[in-house]
């Protein structure tokens, strides 16, 4: 009988990217591996990053030590939702698919797999990141341009800062509520709530929300 393939799952989210939410990514994820029956090794979450970089991911740099440290393959695969979520540039994506190459490892989102250690799989992934990276280059210029215009024409774009009370946040989170339901009982955005927990200095580990020591 052939083995399982094995998987390290990459999940990262902004403070303000409520559609890829953490807790969705690693459903969307887990339950793509229990369909092709691929086991789970390991999970590596970076919540709050705009992951420019990676020196910027604590997580990702964690999960990149341990394959180029290891002597042989830890897993076959890296696993994410999408190719933005595991590289934000051309040249950060080249340099982590060299440390996959090195030990044999696959990269795959959701939709594709990619075959890097092929020139076809090498050219298709660098095309598919050089899209990715001009509509980020895009939006960000766009978004710079609605600022100026807003600013010139004497338009807050900031929203006011909702007032938190963060003695009941951090007595609904004791009692086990998620950030949604926080939110609701608040009546908030869940972004909001993760935000605020984020700045008071917890972190969501994909299970619960814990305090940085």
Do not use: H
Request: aromatic share 8%; charged share 30%.
């Amino acid at each position: 009988m052939e083995n399982r393939k094995t998987a390290f799952l990459y999940i990262r989210t902004s403070t303000t990217d409520q559609r890829n939410s953490i807790e969705l990514q690693e459903k969307n994820l887990l339950e793509y591996c229990k369909k092709m029956d691929i086991s789970v090794l390991n999970k590596f979450i970076d919540f709050g990053i705009s992951g420019k970089s990676a020196s910027e991911r604590p997580e990702f740099t964690k999960m990149m030590n341990l394959i180029a440290n290891s002597e042989k393959a830890p897993a076959d695969m890296v696993l994410c939702t999408k190719l933005d979520r595991f590289a934000r540039s051309i040249l950060d994506l080249s340099v982590n698919i060299s440390i996959l190459n090195e030990k044999c490892m696959t990269f795959c989102t959701l939709t594709q797999s990619f075959e890097t250690c092929t020139p076809v799989g090498k050219l298709t992934l660098n095309i598919l990141g050089s899209f990715a990276e001009f509509e980020r280059d895009l939006i960000n210029e766009r978004t710079r341009e609605g600022y100026q215009a807003a600013k010139a024409k004497g338009v807050i774009c900031n929203r006011p800062r909702k007032d938190i009370p963060k003695k009941k946040v951090l007595e609904y989170l004791e009692k086990g509520l998620s950030a949604t339901a926080i939110s609701k009982l608040l009546g908030t955005t869940t972004g909001t709530i993760k935000n605020r927990l984020n700045e008071w200095g917890y972190y969501y580990d994909g299970f619960e929300w814990k305090l940085k020591q």
